[in-house]
Structures are given as C-alpha cells and as structure tokens.
C-alpha cells in the first residue's frame, strides 16, 4: 500500500459527460501528479500541482482540469468526455517538488470507461 | 527535448536467474533522476529503485540494481534471482524539472 487513495475505482460513463476523479496523497506529501495511462498512448504525464498551485503541464487536454485544495487532496475534472478518454488514470504524490531525487508512489488507479 | 527509450517490448527469464531491462534515456538537465517502476497485472504502480544524476554509485535495492552509465545515457535495471511473482510490466522513467516521462515499458515473463 502506497498511501496514495484514489476514488473512485472504477466508473463507468457515457460520451459527453462529466466526471471528478479524487486524490489523496500519502501524508504530509505537498506534490500530487496526475497520470493517463491507455493502451495506445502508454503513461502520460497530465499536471501537477505543489501545495495548491499548479507546478507543470504535460499532455493534458483543454477538457480537462484539476486543482488541489488546501487539505491537499486533489481532484481531476474530465468533461465533454470521448471514446479515447478511456483509460487508468493514476495520482502520484511526492514529498517536494522540483526536486528530482523524490520517487513518485502511485494510487491504485481509476479505470475510466467511456461508452 | 526528454526522452525515455525502451526498446525491449518482451523479455522471458527463467526462475532463478538473472535479467537486465534496458532503458536509455536523453535530456538537456543537468540534474535529473531516474526511476523504475513495477506494474503487475493488477494494475498498480510500484516503485522499486532511484538513481540521482550526479549519484556515484549505482542504486540497489533487495534483487534489484540500476546499472546507470552515464556518458552512455543508460539507467538499465538487473534483477538477480528472478522469482514467479517478477512477471509484470516494468517501466523506466526520468525526472528532470517539473517533469516525468515514462518509457513504453517491458513485459517481463518468468519461466518456472
């Protein structure tokens, strides 16, 4: 067990709607990452944010959003949802960030399903 | 631009012996790190070693050992003793900046 929790663990949901995907990192861990993995693009990193504040991007759409509140959880918003968005996607917390010595555990998972 | 290379889709190792993942990466940062990754069929991830860029020695940790060359970009993973329960998928990663990047990854598979 990594500490990190993800909700849910699986959902199910149809092309064009919304969906919140939760974080909570491991205790006293300030960064959270999120991740998409699929089949035909492998891991893709999405965002991160380090106490609150968004520290990068990486390959995350205009549908998508997150943000990280001050009791550091964080939620990953995906709307206007399309086939393709099908996917695990994961969150990741570390301890510090910018700094490249500090591993990344990762949740279980959410499997999103779009039909 | 970062790049992570992976260039073993598969490999199959008996139980018990030895195999090394190979993983080559490039980047223009000169302080990075660099990860492996577990994933079995469940699902999860799982960290198994770190190496920083200006460590001098190689990481280990339990069966398993990162064989980092430097001048040659490589971060390849050993692992000895190679038991049932390694068959998973195994993912090489870099971070340097804000920024992680994963390689395809490896599928190992463990003959009994």
């Known amino acids: 067990d990594s500490g990190v929790t993800q909700t849910p663990k699986h959902l199910i949901t149809a092309t064009g709607q919304r969906v919140t995907l939760r974080c909570s990192p491991r205790?006293?861990?300030?960064?959270v990452y999120w991740y998409q993995q699929s089949l035909d693009q492998g891991l893709q990193f999405l965002i991160q944010?380090?106490?609150?504040?968004?520290?990068a991007k990486g390959n995350i759409l205009e549908r998508f959003s997150a943000q990280q509140f001050p009791d550091l959880h964080s939620e990953l918003n995906l709307s206007s949802l399309e086939l393709g968005d099908s996917a695990l996607y994961f969150c990741?917390?570390?301890?510090?960030?910018?700094?490249?010595?500090?591993?990344?555990?990762f949740g279980p998972g959410t499997r999103l399903t779009v039909t | 631009a970062q790049k992570i290379t992976q260039t073993q889709p598969g490999m199959f190792v008996q139980e018990k012996e030895a195999v090394t993942l190979d993983c080559t990466y490039d980047?223009?940062?000169?302080?990075?790190?660099l990860f492996w990754y577990k994933q079995p069929s469940s699902g999860e991830m799982i960290f198994l070693i770190y190496?920083?860029?200006?460590?001098?020695q190689n990481a280990t940790e339990g069966r398993y050992s990162l064989n980092f060359q430097k001048a040659r970009k490589s971060a390849n993973l050993v692992i000895s003793a190679s038991q049932l329960g390694d068959s998973a998928m195994y993912f090489c990663?870099?971070?340097?900046?804000?920024?992680?990047?994963f390689g395809a990854g490896t599928r190992l598979f463990v003959k009994a």
């Open positions: 990741a917390s570390s301890g510090l960030s910018g700094t490249a010595s500090y591993e990344q555990y």
């Open positions: 205790s006293g861990d300030l960064s």
């Open positions: 944010y380090y106490n609150g504040e968004e520290r």
């Open positions: 980047t223009s940062d000169p302080s990075y790190g």
């Open positions: 190496q920083g860029s200006y460590d001098q």
């Open positions: 990663a870099m971070r340097g900046g804000f920024k992680t990047i």
